[in-house]
């Protein structure tokens, strides 16, 4: 993360997201200013943009907002432009950012990973808050049909301690 602060690109910015966020890359590089409400603090990725085809809540935390802050007013419609300013970043620039930080093996899908296994060994949380947190489904059709909550309060600060994890580990953005 300090790294990433060193770089001035909307590029740099959507890696941190999605680190705090613990999306999948195209979800934050075609994230659209429309599917945040600040007020509410969420953040709702349309059904169309998600690998399961289903809506997703992700709950804003402070850290997330502020990243999101330094992309206002740069474009109406896209939080995070191509270099030709005419439409999203594409889909394998966060991974562009971590090779040009010479990250090594590092990939994006591996922040995903990384929030995983940190929810596992060291958050309190149930599993089914954590799967839900990376919008996987419930292993369980019967259960899935059943449960249609998403879980939003607790992952809000299952988030919010991710955050926190990530700040007290000296890697977040000084503030």
Known sequence: MHKLDSLDSPAARATELLILTACRSTEVCRAEWVEFDFKARIWTIPAA?????????????????????????????????????TGPLPGNAIGRVLYELQAGEVVPHGFRSSFRTWAADYANYPREVCEMALAHTLE????????????????????????DFIQASGVARAA
Do not use: C
């Open 49 to 85: 943009r998600m690998k399961a085809g289903r809506e997703h809540r992700v709950p804003l935390t402070e850290a997330m907002i502020q990243v999101l802050k330094q992309q206002e007013g740069k474009h109406a419609r896209y939080v995070f432009l191509n270099k030709w300013r």
């Open 140 to 163: 369980s059709k019967v259960e899935a049909a059943y449960n249609r909550a998403d879980l939003l309060e607790k992952r809000r600060q299952l988030m919010a301690d991710w955050a």
